[in-house]
């Protein structure tokens, strides 16, 4: 006795579907904005957290801009 197992799915049966690529891409993109966005704030809290001095040294605004002009 021979037996045949056919896989293929008939034109009714769809058993699961991938996402459209342009889903695919818009959802890597949102990833991609999200991280540099932290990646960001991660170096600007760095740099406020860094001491007065050394925020000057590098040209990293120190102190309030108001507080500089009326000197």
């Not at 993109?29 to 001491?51: F, H």
């Amino acid at each position: 006795m021979t037996m045949i197992l056919d896989h293929r799915i008939e034109s009714g049966q769809r058993r699961w579907q991938l996402p459209s690529l342009p889903l695919l891409h818009k959802a890597f993109a949102m990833a991609a904005l999200w991280r540099a966005a932290y990646r960001r704030r991660q170096t600007e809290r760095l740099l406020e957290a860094l001491p007065f001095d050394a925020r000057k040294d590098i040209g990293w605004p120190a102190g309030d801009a108001a507080e500089t002009r009326r000197r």
